[in-house]
C-alpha cells in the first residue's frame, strides 16, 4: 500500500523544535521518500524532521509527526517501499554538489536546525571534509552500519556489499568496516536500474563467497531488498539503522581547530609583518599544521595617535566593530598588532566574549624574564602612546622604569613613522633610518641597554634582535610584534584539538 506524506501548512509557520534533523537528499527521491518514513518512525514524535533536496525539487518538510510540506515535485513522489524502480546509479558528487551540500547545511543551520543527516553514501566520501566546515554535527551512516553490524552480529567477519562500480573504486566500506575485523566482499557492480532479479543474483554471488551478512552498498537498492525476500544471510536495511542511529544519537561536532582574528590595517605593513612572524613561530611542517587565522584589514580605522592627540576622530567604535566582526567570524582570539590601539583595549574587551592578548603586557614580561636584574627600559613609540600612559604603567607594574627620548628626538622618530618619507608612507631606508638610529643613540648616551620598538611599524627597519649605537654599545631590541605572534601561536596550540 502507498503512503503519502501529508501537506503541513506555510514553511513560515514551523518553528523548529529543540531536536531538529536536517535531512539531505534529492538524488534518489524515491529512495528519499523510504527513509524519511523510517526516520518519522523512528523519532515518534520525539524530532523534527526538515527535509531539504539539493536536486531541483527544492526544500520539503517533515515533521516528526508525519506533517510535511513539499513543493509539487515531490507531493508526487510516495512511499512505497516495494517499488523496484531504484533508479539510476548515485552520480558522482562534484565539487560543485560538494559546495552545494555545504551550503545547504549552513541554511539548515541558519533555520535552527541541531543535526544534519545524509542518507547518501557518495556523500560521505568527503564527510571528514565536512565535519570540519560544517557549523552542525553529520550524523555518520557508515559509522551507524558498522556499529549496528558490531552490537547486533558480533560474530559475523565477512560482510557482502552490493553497490555501483563508482563507490567499490571509493573503497569506502574498507575505510569503515577495518581489515582487522571484517572482510568486505563485492557482487558484480550494480549500475543503473536494478530489478528484484538482480538483486538476488548479486547475492547469490556473495553467498558463494562466503557473506555472512549483506549491505546493500547503493540507497536506490535498499527498497528492492527489502521486495527480495530472504537471500540465505541477513540483509542489512541501511535506511531503518541509519534512521534509528540518528534519533538516538547525541551529535556533537568535531573539535574546531583554534582562529586567529586580526584587527589588520593599524597599520597595513605592519599587519603583514605579523602574519610573517605567526607563521615563523607555527611549528609546522606542511600547510595543514599552519593557524587559521582571520583577518579583517581595516586601513579606515582612524589614527589612533591623533585621537590620542586630540587631533582627529576616536577610533574606539571602528576597532570594537572590528572585532565584533572576528568575534561574529568564530575567532578564538583577537590580535591587535599596533601598541597605540592598546589605549583603547580596556574599554572594548568588557564587551567581547573572546579576549584580545595584551601585547604590551606580553612585551612587557617577556622583558622582565629576559632581563631580571633591569631597571630601565627604552621605549621608542608614537607620541599618542606615551601621551596614554599605556607603556608606563604596564612597565611599573613590572619594576621598571620608562626612558623615552627628548621632545625633540621624539619629533624625529614622530617623522620617521608619519613623516611623507616615513615608515607609514612605505620606506625602510634613507632618513627614517636615520632619525630611529639618532633616537637610539640618545637612549643609550643615558644608560639604557634595552629598548622596546614600541610602534609596530618600527620592527619593519630591523631585521635582528640588536644594534650596535654609533658609541660602538651593543643594544637589545624588543620587538613587541614578535612577542605577540609568538603569545599567539603558544595559546594557539594549546587549545587546538590534537
Request: with cysteine.
Amino acid at each position: 500500500m502507498r503512503r503519502m506524506i501529508p501537506l503541513s501548512r506555510s514553511r513560515e509557520s514551523i518553528q523548529l523544535s529543540e531536536r531538529s534533523l536536517g535531512v539531505l537528499g534529492g538524488f534518489e527521491p524515491r529512495a528519499d521518500a523510504d527513509f524519511l518514513l523510517k526516520l518519522s518512525e523512528a523519532a515518534a514524535g520525539r524530532a523534527q524532521i526538515v527535509f531539504e533536496a539539493r536536486a531541483p525539487a527544492g526544500v520539503h518538510e517533515v515533521t516528526a509527526a508525519g506533517a510535511s510540506r513539499t513543493r509539487p515535485t515531490l507531493a508526487a513522489a510516495a512511499i512505497d517501499p516495494g517499488s523496484t524502480a531504484a533508479g539510476k546509479t548515485e552520480p558522482e558528487l562534484t565539487a560543485a554538489a560538494q559546495l552545494d551540500i555545504l551550503d545547504s547545511i549552513v541554511k539548515l543551520a541558519e533555520r535552527g536546525v541541531h543535526t544534519i543527516v545524509m542518507p547518501c553514501y557518495p556523500s560521505h566520501g568527503f564527510l571528514d571534509e565536512l565535519q570540519a566546515n560544517s557549523p552542525l554535527p553529520i550524523a555518520d551512516m557508515l559509522a551507524a552500519l558498522r556499529d549496528h553490524v558490531r552490537s547486533h552480529f558480533p560474530t559475523v567477519r565477512r560482510i557482502g556489499v552490493v553497490t555501483s562500480e563508482q563507490l567499490r573504486s571509493q573503497g569506502l566500506f574498507q575505510r569503515y568496516f577495518p581489515r582487522t575485523e571484517f572482510e568486505i566482499l563485492y557482487s558484480a557492480a550494480v549500475d543503473g536500474e536494478c530489478s528484484v532479479e538482480l538483486l538476488r543474483s548479486a547475492c547469490a554471488d556473495l553467498l558463494e563467497q562466503g557473506a555472512q551478512l549483506i549491505i546493500p552498498g547503493r540507497v536506490g537498492l535498499i527498497a528492492p531488498a527489502q521486495k527480495a525476500g530472504p537471500v540465505g544471510v541477513p540483509v542489512i536495511d541501511p535506511h531503518r539503522v541509519y534512521a534509528n542511529y540518528v534519533v538516538a544519537g547525541d551529535f556533537e561536532p568535531p573539535p574546531r581547530a583554534f582562529r586567529l582574528g586580526v584587527v589588520g590595517g593599524v597599520g597595513p605593513a605592519a599587519t603583514v609583518d605579523f602574519l610573517r612572524k605567526v607563521v615563523r613561530n607555527t611549528p609546522a611542517h606542511r600547510d595543514q599544521d599552519h593557524l587559521k587565522i582571520l583577518v579583517e584589514q581595516n586601513p579606515q580605522i582612524p589614527d589612533r595617535t591623533a585621537h590620542l592627540l586630540g587631533r582627529g576622530p576616536d577610533p574606539t567604535l571602528a576597532l570594537y566593530a572590528t572585532c565584533k566582526r572576528l568575534q561574529a567570524g568564530q575567532a578564538d582570539l583577537i590580535a591587535i598588532p599596533c601598541n597605540t590601539a592598546h589605549a583603547f583595549v580596556g574599554l572594548i574587551q568588557p564587551h567581547l566574549d573572546i579576549p584580545i592578548i595584551n601585547m604590551l603586557d606580553a612585551t612587557v614580561s617577556h622583558v622582565r624574564k629576559s632581563f631580571p636584574g633591569l631597571k630601565d627600559v627604552g621605549l621608542l613609540a608614537t607620541t599618542g602612546t606615551l601621551s596614554s600612559g599605556i607603556y608606563h604603567r604596564a612597565l611599573q607594574s613590572q619594576g621598571l622604569h620608562e626612558v623615552v627620548p627628548p621632545p625633540a628626538l621624539q619629533e624625529r622618530m614622530m617623522e620617521a613613522i608619519y613623516g611623507s618619507r616615513g615608515i607609514k608612507a612605505g620606506f625602510t631606508s634613507g632618513q627614517c633610518v636615520d632619525d630611529i638610529h639618532a633616537v637610539i643613540d640618545e637612549l643609550v648616551s643615558r644608560g639604557v641597554e634595552v629598548v622596546i620598538l614600541g610602534c609596530t611599524e618600527l620592527p619593519l627597519l630591523f631585521n635582528r634582535g640588536e644594534l650596535t649605537s654609533s658609541s660602538g654599545q651593543r643594544v637589545a631590541l624588543v620587538d613587541p610584534t614578535e612577542i605577540l605572534a609568538e603569545r599567539c601561536v603558544h595559546q594557539a596550540m594549546a587549545r587546538s584539538p590534537r
